[in-house]
Nanobody, 126 residues
């Protein structure tokens, strides 16, 4: 069974940057669309960005467009989320997820993940 482990979260000041990583084991990552989702305190989990199995297609939700970049290295079985110009409202637990046979847009906006990591905390505060 596919297992996902996130890393790279932490405390950063507004305007700063972080890079999250999602490392996969137990499966071949290029078979899956991979997405990053986040859940802020008291709110539902929502999509952030998703990427197709070969990396050719990506989707970003409106709050992060122009600031976040998703990428993947299938040789390393790892997906990344580069987060720049961070804002306090980006504070959340960030989850990595995987789903086969879906597009990045559908995964981010409709279906979510079939497999989930445990999450990593991102806090943006001065």
């Amino acid at each position: 069974q596919l297992q996902l482990v996130e890393s790279g979260g932490g405390l950063v000041q507004p305007g700063g940057s972080l890079r999250l990583s999602c490392a996969a084991s137990g499966g071949t990552l290029d078979h899956y669309t991979i997405g990053w989702f986040r859940q802020a305190p008291g709110k539902e989990r929502t999509g952030v960005s998703c990427i197709s199995g070969n990396g050719a297609a990506t989707n970003y939700t409106d709050p992060v467009k122009g600031r976040f970049t998703i990428s993947r290295d299938n040789a390393k079985n790892t997906v990344y989320l580069q987060m720049n110009s961070l804002k306090p409202e980006d504070t959340a637990i960030y989850y990595c997820a995987a789903r086969a046979l879906t597009t990045p847009q559908a995964m981010c906006h409709l279906f979510g993940g079939a497999f989930w990591g445990q999450g990593t905390q991102v806090t943006v505060s001065s």
